[in-house]
């Protein structure tokens, strides 16, 4: 089973999003929007999993604890970095030391079970759009001057992160929630 653990966005956040995709849309051709019900912000993706290992880490995660973390969507970027784009995300601001207080919790959790982790620094962001095939590097440009009129987006208190499993559909990922872990206490 393929797994990831994300932060559940409420409803508001999501609606800000896909207003933010809207304004993008009509500009981009080869781009694929970010369905409303998969927009989500991930903490670590796990990929391919035993299902005999999910008691493990559902038990490890429940160790994780941590606080609440206010957040918003604060920008658009574009991944990689640099040349060819192939995502259009929305970054996140807000708590950030304890959002990557989190992450790092529960990388560490994760890395202890045995799954890789993960090389590149932690970014906050939900992917909005992804390429297919890559959009040239001005994209960037036109994905700031586009989207500078949506940020920030509306604050919210993450009360918990989720264990999430994805199946891949020709109609795109299927998430199916298997495990809630509150913070704050």
Do not use: N
């Amino acid at each position: 089973m393929r797994l990831f653990i994300a932060i559940e966005l409420p409803q508001l956040v999501k609606d800000h999003l896909t207003s933010t995709q809207s304004l993008l849309e009509p500009h981009l051709e080869r781009a694929s929007m970010t369905r409303d019900h998969a927009l989500h912000v991930t903490l670590k993706f796990l990929g391919e999993a035993d299902p005999s290992q999910l008691d493990a880490i559902w038990e490890s995660l429940s160790a994780v604890g941590g606080s609440t973390v206010e957040l918003s969507a604060t920008h658009g970027e574009c991944f990689p970095e640099r040349g060819s784009v192939r995502i259009i995300a929305a970054g996140f601001g807000g708590d950030l030391k304890r959002l990557k207080a989190l992450h790092a919790a529960v990388e560490q959790r994760c890395v202890f079970l045995g799954f890789r982790r993960e090389d590149r620094p932690y970014r906050p962001h939900v992917t909005l759009v992804r390429a297919r095939p890559v959009l040239p590097p001005a994209t960037r440009k036109l994905v700031s001057d586009l989207t500078a009129p949506a940020w920030p987006g509306p604050t919210f208190v993450a009360e918990r992160f989720v264990l999430f499993q994805s199946r891949l559909t020709p109609q795109g990922s299927q998430y199916t929630k298997l495990h809630e872990f509150p913070l704050g206490g």
